[in-house]
Antibody, heavy 117, light 112 residues
Framework: QVQLQESGPGLVKSSEILSLTCTVF????????WTWLRQSPGKGLEWIGY???????NYNPSLRGRVAILLDTSKNEVALKLRSVTAADTAVYYC???????????WGPGTLVIVSS | EIVMTQSPLSLPVTPGEPASISCRSS???????????LDWYLQKPGQSPQLLIY???SRASGVPDRFSGTGSGTDFTLRISRVEAEDVGVYYC?????????FGQGTKLEIK
């Protein structure tokens, strides 16, 4: 069965770029939507956006153009890049797969990113 | 964006008893295609969320049949027919009708 694993720096300095990778194990990337979400104590669960297998993307407007999600099927990876981070971006970041854009299954275990000043 | 509101926020339950969680959306989640774009997730302690129910009432693969989802329009309910100890955690509803997809605040189920 497919498993997802997030990886990347656990500490990012304010105003810099947060870069995370989601590696897909146990199956091809297929025709799915690959989604990033995050969870912080103050804001609960938040949908960041997705990339479809075609390469098309859809992002949360709340991130004001700071976000990019990229697909690399040759490496079975999905990348998240969030620029100009602040303390408000401190959260556990998850990647997840979806057949239709919603109904996320499975999720990765998540990775904690702390933004420091 | 669509606002999702859950109640109660805390739910103590005796094992073997039923439990019910309500989720209300700020606009109808019933699409013209007949699908209801409402998911339920469970986040067990120390784990990432897992999909329980999609399209309002369809159980995800491997989910026990004691979990059921009902509702339409703006009002949805997740029911557990007989709560077991392994059901503890935080339950979230999420709308998938339009982006940005949005979650409810979560309902923490605990065993009495």
């Amino acid at each position: 069965q497919v498993q997802l694993q997030e990886s990347g720096p656990g500490l990012v300095k304010s105003s810099e770029i947060l870069s995370l990778t989601c590696t897909v194990f146990g199956g091809p990337m297929g025709t799915y939507y690959w989604t990033w979400l995050r969870q912080s104590p103050g804001k609960g669960l938040e949908w960041i956006g997705y990339v479809w297998y075609t390469g098309s993307t859809n992002y949360n407007p709340s991130l004001r153009g700071r976000v990019a999600i990229l697909l690399d099927t040759s490496k079975n990876e999905v990348a998240l890049k969030l620029r100009s981070v602040t303390a408000a971006d401190t959260a556990v970041y998850y990647c997840a797969r979806s057949e239709w854009g919603y109904a996320f299954d499975p999720w990765g275990p998540g990775t904690l990113v702390i933004v420091s000043s | 964006e669509i606002v999702m509101t859950q109640s109660p926020l805390s739910l103590p339950v005796t094992p073997g008893e039923p439990a019910s969680i309500s989720c209300r959306s700020s606009q109808s989640l019933l699409h013209t295609n007949g699908y209801k774009y409402l998911d339920w997730y469970l986040q067990k302690p120390g784990q990432s969320p897992q999909l329980l129910i999609y399209s309002g009432s369809s159980r995800a693969s491997g989910v026990p049949d004691r979990f059921s989802g009902t509702g339409s329009g703006t009002d949805f309910t997740l029911r557990i027919s007989r709560v077991e100890a392994e059901d503890v955690g935080v339950y979230y509803c999420m709308q998938g009708l339009q982006t940005p997809y949005t979650f409810g605040q979560g309902t923490k189920l605990e065993i009495k």
